[in-house]
């Protein structure tokens, strides 16, 4: 059964997190979800791995599922990893000297890729693991869009407007659909600051990717109409380090594991952790 945790940012931020320990683990996963969503969406995957022995705990970040922020507000990017932070400081408590994995989805995986580039780690690891990372949108914004949440953001940072999401394109498995657009702690509007931190995030993060040399796995739907495919493929091949491996699910939806087939998912992100523990 999931485990509680509450923590605190930084700045002061209330955080909750999601905890499945394994009985005897032999590594450790920390997950970042993507955004609207949240930590109770990834229970059947925490239950899954933690039988592999590989304990997971997943954030709600600020402004999303029971942790505290305006819901689909972020003031700068930078916030976010105050966040990440205190999970990894919790994690080095519980976790010890266990092998330790950074993994993420969506926007978490933006977060993490800008959190790896910057060397904003407070605790060693061993490796990454990325599924369907939002470092470009799967439809491009017209400039006019763009320039007027540029104004918005300056002048009414946090005016909301819906976010666009069509729930439809997260998954083929009906089920999932349905759960999602019935989650109270789902949400469906993005504020203009939010975007605007993230266009300004997405503008380097192919580029800089150059800057992360840990053992990196990146799982991407290959039929994802939510985030750019093809900026996926570009930040995997920019990569520094010389272990990497790149997974495109033909077929896939943006959500590969809550995807109709994701046990292939579940084991190629379980045989990537234990090749490396």
Known sequence: ???????????QTNLKAMYVPAEKPEAFLVWVPGFAEHKDRYTHFGGWIAEKKVSFVALDLRGHGQSGGKRGFVKRFDDYFQDVDAL????RDVSGDLPFFLGSHSMGGLVTSRYLERGQLNRPIHGAVMTSPFLGLGVPVPGWKKGLAKTISGLIPGAAVPAGLDPGLLSHDEDIVDAYKNDPLVFSKATARWFMEVVKEQADVVADAVKIKLPIFVGQGGADQIVDVQATRDFFQNIGSQDKKYEEYEGYYHEVLNEVKKERVYEDIANFIQARI
């Open 1 to 11: 059964m999931p485990q509680y945790i509450e923590l605190k940012a930084a700045d």
């Open 88 to 91: 990894l400081q919790w994690t």
